[in-house]
């Protein structure tokens, strides 16, 4: 694997008896790359990244993610990614500061380190006055910037965000987006899904997912100029219109 392909996809494919979810696809993600992973719901985005996180065994091809092999190494992967789902980021019952510990417990973190990373936290993200709240009570932009940063505690090499601005307010989107561009501008990796075409902007590189086949893949103003489009929304639509 090349020093600086952290993601490398050849031909991966995904089948559920006769459907092909996911029709060999074939990319590679750079470090400190923002890498858009686009497709409306059901053109398989999901599964495919289910295949590179480790929690769903391809049927065929090749992958390699953070020098690992998806199909061998599946645990590794997960140890050195973060990973952060739309619905499920965070444990509602418990308070911020217990689901930064649960959290560095699961990533294998010392109680030391659990600690140190803790404060730093919640001082970077202005929670020392709900640090003991449930997470529960709290707005849905707050959740989505303590579930990305928990994601980032053990210093993945790199972090999957699955829909992570699905429902929030434009501003804490903004406010979001501004916390991935500070962790790639530190060397991480982010693979990201949205459904937000205008997102699809903030990316360095963008790949559009259509029926299982990775249609287009390009940087936005690329993909622009290859499809006399004004905006992402515009290339988006006229893929899928075929």
């Given at each position: ?32 790359e ?30 390699n993610v ?6 061998t ?6 140890k050195?990614?973060g ?83 699905g ?76």
């Amino acid at each position: 694997m090349s020093n600086n392909k952290v993601i490398e996809v050849e031909g991966l494919t995904k089948m559920f008896g006769d459907f092909i979810a996911v029709n060999a696809i074939t990319f590679n993600v750079e470090k400190g790359e923002i890498f858009g992973f686009l497709g409306a719901n059901g053109a398989g985005k999901t599964t495919a990244m289910k295949m590179l996180i480790g929690i769903s065994n391809p049927t065929s091809g090749a992958a390699n993610v953070a020098g690992f092999d998806v199909f061998t190494n599946a645990e590794d992967i997960k140890k050195n990614i973060g990973y952060m789902s739309q619905k499920f980021a965070l444990y509602d019952d418990l308070t911020v500061k217990e689901n930064i510990t649960f959290f560095g417990g699961i990533y294998g973190l010392s109680r030391k380190k659990i600690k140190e990373k803790s404060t730093i936290l919640i001082e970077e993200l202005g929670l020392q006055n709900v640090s003991n709240q449930l997470v529960g009570s709290l707005p849905l932009g707050w959740k989505q910037k303590i579930a990305f940063s928990v994601a980032l505690l053990h210093n993945p090499k790199i972090v999957f965000l699955d829909e992570p601005t699905g429902g929030v307010d434009p501003i804490t989107r903004r406010q979001f987006w501004e916390m991935i561009y500070k962790a790639a501008n530190q060397g991480t990796t982010i693979f990201v899904t949205t459904h937000y075409m205008d997102e699809a902007e903030y990316c360095d590189r963008v790949s559009i997912m259509v029926n299982g086949k990775i249609e287009a893949l390009n940087t936005p103003k690329k993909l622009k100029e290859q499809f006399k489009a004004k905006s992402m929304n515009d290339v988006f639509l006229k893929l899928a219109r075929g």
